[in-house]
């Protein structure tokens, strides 16, 4: 199989990252890339189904990646795993003697490990430039619940289905295999049930996750739905005032600099500084346009504001809020922005992941959650969101009272950057428009 092949296929398969932003996987698919990298570092505290499925399912995963590596040309492929993740680096380990093209590379217990420009770094030793690419420096990245669908993607299988971690304030923590499109409710009912009166869904982890409504359904970029008490410290956080933390910044902020010095981004040289955007933005200070310009660089990790200020502030809230500003009105990044060198002190600066886990109060919630990697069936409507991927929204192809099996396909990519969505479960169309399709069981 060649790159034009692999690339047509995941599109149609319908394969994405199967987390953060859900890029389409044929669009990572570059013959300059020199060396491709696994990520097994779960970013976020309290994620786990990466590290679960690697130790179980290692075999077909490494398969998929060594493919996808010997396809693109690349010259090695690294498995980025971190250090308390036994496990998965054992099964790892077991398998490496049939791949002589591949390699571990053991990463640090800290916080933001798995973002893909530190964790480039850490791997390569390269910087990705502000606002660049990885291919920009010959790397491609790809995570492992991608590889573990692109396995089977290869055999014909379409993604229908989603891993997800079902843990914090229900019965039974676990993490399972859903289709595509069921209620978070489900899911959390699924574990046991909430065990507060008074809660939220959190999705995704607990420094860059959000609160969503208990109807929204698993999508393909769900790793996890936390049951948090409503009156919970990151809730309390998520629903803070823009308004109330600007007065609080202008009010309190003492230019410090811990925001900025402990930024993963600013320390790989990257021109992002809180305290100066804390500064301009809570003061209406315009004389430094290059504090405002630069929050295009941050990459909303969180440690500024659930981490670094001793004072409880928020940068990042101010950063996203102005970075948005800046978009609505038409504003780009500038390009060949000046990447400084990495920090001396990089290693001292880095966060600790129990440490950040008892300052985000989610201790209690480190579970093992263990994997059931079977299919649950028996849910008896699904709804598809026709974008859940970075890109063009799909078109569906099917209309209200169209009868569809498990796999069929139900929304063509939509041009440019796009791929395919499939049935999860076989039924009947009793829903359709440009943004949802609702299918209802046999």
Not at 320 to 328: G, R, T
Not at 352 to 371: E, G, I
């Amino acid at each position: 199989m060649d790159l034009k092949a692999l690339s047509a296929l995941y599109r149609e398969m319908g394969i994405v990252g199967a987390g953060g932003a859900g890029f389409p996987t044929y669009a990572k698919l570059n013959n300059k890339a020199e060396t491709i990298l696994l990520n097994c570092a779960e970013c976020e505290p309290l994620l786990r189904l990466h590290r679960q499925l690697l130790k179980f399912h290692a075999p077909v995963i490494i398969e998929a990646f060594d493919k996808t590596r010997e396809v693109l040309g690349a010259s090695e492929g690294i498995v980025c795993i971190k250090a308390s993740y036994k496990g998965a680096i054992e099964a790892v380990t077991a398998l490496l003697s049939k791949y002589p093209k591949l390699k571990i590379k053991i990463l640090p217990i800290v916080y933001p490990t798995g973002d893909e420009v530190v964790m480039i770094y850490e791997a390569t030793g390269k910087v990705v430039r502000p606002g660049g690419l990885p291919i920009e420096q010959g790397v491609a990245v790809f995570n492992v619940e991608t590889m573990y669908n692109a396995y089977y993607a290869l055999r014909g299988e379409p993604l229908t289905t989603k891993l997800v971690t079902i843990a914090g304030e229900v019965k039974t923590p676990m993490t399972v295999r859903v289709p595509i499109g069921v209620s978070l409710k489900e899911l959390v009912d699924f574990a046991g049930g909430e065990t507060v009166e008074d809660y939220i869904y959190w999705t995704g982890g607990p420094m860059m996750g959000n609160i969503e409504p208990t109807f929204a359904p698993v999508t393909k970029t769900t790793n996890s739905v936390f049951v948090l008490p409503a009156d919970h410290y990151l809730v309390r956080r998520f629903k803070s005032d823009y308004t109330v933390e600007t007065a609080r910044a202008a009010a309190s902020c003492c230019q410090c600099k811990m925001c900025t010095d402990l930024c993963p981004r600013n320390n790989l040289g990257h021109p992002i500084e809180p305290h100066k955007i804390m500064l301009a933005a809570a003061c209406n200070n315009f004389k430094d346009t290059s504090a405002f310009i630069n929050t295009f660089y941050c990459s909303s990790c969180g440690v500024c504001e659930l981490y670094a200020c001793p004072q409880g502030l928020s940068p990042r809230k101010l950063i996203q809020e102005v970075k948005n500003a800046l978009k609505s009105n038409g504003v780009t990044p500038p390009k060949d922005v000046e990447t400084k060198k990495v920090s001396a002190i990089r290693e001292y600066r880095k966060v600790p992941l129990d440490r950040l886990v008892s300052r985000l109060a989610v201790k209690k919630y480190q579970t093992d959650a263990p994997l059931n990697n079977q299919l649950i069936d028996g849910f008896k409507t699904v709804n598809i969101p026709t974008r859940m991927h970075i890109g063009a929204p799909c078109t569906p192809v099917v209309k209200f009272g169209d009868r569809v099996e498990k796999g069929q396909l139900i929304a063509k990519a939509g041009e440019g950057l796009s791929v395919n969505i499939h049935a999860s479960i076989a039924g009947l169309v009793i829903g359709v428009d440009d943004k949802l399709i609702t299918i209802k069981a046999d």
